[in-house]
């Protein structure tokens, strides 16, 4: 696999990791729900410079009565963050990403068969700029 161009890219490509389509927030289509059968994920984009913590999010969409899927996609997430954290290399650095406090949780949606977690992770760009 080929090294992400620069911050934004590693983002995007650390997001688009887990088999769900992932999407910046700001760029996601309005027939999400219904083309992402499986499940999508949003996030949000911002970058700092070396020793800036950026607390960063990202939400877990499923159109689901049950809970069980998208809350093992967001296990499989922490699992894949670890209690180190995770270095997303891009070129002329990296990302270090850790989970956040609190790392999950459930948020209500005005339809009952969306289901969505919220999930918090701090960022750390490991470069100059």
């Given at each position: 696999?080929?090294?992400?161009?620069?911050?934004?890219?590693?983002?995007?490509?650390?997001?688009?990791?887990?088999?769900w389509a992932a999407r910046d927030e700001n760029t996601v289509p309005d027939d999400a729900m219904t083309r992402y059968d499986d499940g999508y994920i949003t996030y949000n984009v911002a970058t700092a410079s070396f020793d800036e913590p950026v607390p960063l999010?990202?939400?877990?969409?499923?159109?689901?009565?049950?809970?069980?899927?998208?809350?093992?996609?967001?296990?499989?997430?922490?699992?894949?963050?670890?209690?180190?954290?995770?270095?997303?290399?891009?070129?002329?650095?990296?990302?270090?990403?850790?989970?956040?406090k609190p790392f999950s949780q459930r948020m209500a949606d005005e339809d009952d068969t969306t289901r969505r977690i919220y999930i918090n992770i701090m960022a750390e760009f490991l470069s100059a700029d």
């Open positions: 696999m080929a090294i992400a161009a620069d911050k934004e890219a590693a983002l995007h490509e650390f997001w688009n990791s887990f088999g999010y990202a939400n877990l969409w499923r159109h689901d009565t049950s809970w069980a899927a998208i809350t093992q996609k967001a296990n499989e997430i922490s699992a894949a963050i670890g209690y180190g954290g995770k270095l997303v290399p891009f070129v002329g650095g990296a990302i270090w990403i850790c989970r956040g």
